[in-house]
């Protein structure tokens, strides 16, 4: 399974800078299953595709302002991008320097917070905050929101709002679940209208979203590990929906991903887990049934994962169809459903 089988051209000017003026007025592809045909909606008539005994399932992890700027004691510039708060003064870490980072290095973010590298630990850095602030505290005040690589600007006030879905609540993730910021108090409402039932679970997103797969070949991918939680509440209603034939709809990957992972446990329960689950071709979905996603970058993990869910050549002319139609692309992109083949 080679990495280029997976590969498209994406033109630059389709990948969305900055978020529509609201939220819910983005475009929706739907994938028709049976026919393997698209159609053109608004994201709108969302609730429309939606059956009496559906369940939906978000996740409800909230964005960290995750990346802080430092410089070296001797002078340098440093970049610090948070993948993982462990305690209220220890995290692990992305660095970025001009020279190579060595233990007991230290840096300044200001007069008042520090921060020491212990060790590193495989791609990422063990860090120690010397502050009378905690952690979450140092980078709720000195921090910025780290907007994904392929959005070529600085994160300005604007973001710290759009990038969060309105229903965010646990805090830890440095990504956005990103299939939930089409939702408004509106969407629910009319969800609400038509009792379509909905709960959450929580996976914190990590930076390793991003992490491009460097092997040609597919299989020898290593994924990143992400901490995620589904509540007895959640798992309880999946069973009911399932006993009455209704879909489980996994908003966005990051969902699919959680509750896949803990299906392919011999034994359901809830309690915060660790998962590094690589979906791709080939593998047997547990539970869930159809997807709603942003449109995904080439080559990427996330569309294989898509690629997985309803196949590979469903996908590629999928895809096409939304780039000859100037979709906006990527995580302030438009969104696409799409049901298990």
Avoid: C, W
């Amino acid at each position: 399974m080679l990495i280029e089988d997976f590969n498209f051209e994406l033109p630059q000017h389709l990948i969305a800078q900055t978020p529509l003026q609201k939220r819910d007025s983005s475009r929706l592809l739907v994938l028709n299953k049976n026919t393997k045909s698209f159609s053109d909606k608004k994201f709108t008539n969302f609730v429309d595709l939606l059956n009496p005994n559906d369940l939906l399932i978000f996740n409800d992890t909230r964005v960290i302002k995750a990346r802080l700027f430092g410089k070296k004691i001797t002078g340098g510039k440093v970049e610090i991008m948070i993948e993982r708060i462990l305690d209220d003064h220890h995290a692990l870490a992305h660095l970025k320097t001009s020279k190579k980072i060595v233990d007991d290095n230290i840096f300044e973010i200001n007069k008042d917070v520090s921060v020491k590298v212990i060790k590193k630990e495989n791609d990422l850095f063990y860090i120690e905050f010397n502050s009378n602030l905690s952690s979450y505290d140092i980078l709720e005040k000195y921090g910025h929101i780290p907007l994904p690589p392929y959005i070529e600007r600085d994160a300005d006030i604007s973001d710290e709002k759009r990038y969060q879905t309105i229903y965010a609540k646990e805090s830890g993730a440095v990504a956005a679940p990103t299939a939930g910021l089409h939702f408004t108090d509106e969407i629910f409402k009319a969800l609400d209208d038509k009792k379509i039932k909905y709960t959450f679970l929580t996976l914190h997103v990590g930076a390793g979203t991003f992490q491009p797969v460097r092997d040609n070949d597919v299989n020898n991918h290593q994924m990143h590990s992400e901490s995620f939680n589904v509540p007895d509440k959640t798992i309880h209603m999946i069973n009911d929906a399932k006993s009455k034939n209704g879909r489980i709809i996994a908003i966005g990957t990051t969902v699919l991903r959680a509750l896949e992972s803990l299906f392919s446990e011999e034994t359901i329960q809830s309690g915060f887990k660790e998962t590094s689950i690589f979906i791709k071709p080939g593998y047997t979905f547990k539970i869930v049934d159809a997807l709603l996603t942003n449109f995904h970058l080439p080559k990427s993990t996330l569309f294989i994962l898509v690629s997985a869910f309803s196949g590979s050549d469903t996908m590629k002319r999928l895809y096409q169809h939304a780039i000859k139609n100037e979709y906006r692309f990527f995580s302030y992109g438009d969104a696409t459903f799409i049901e298990r083949s």
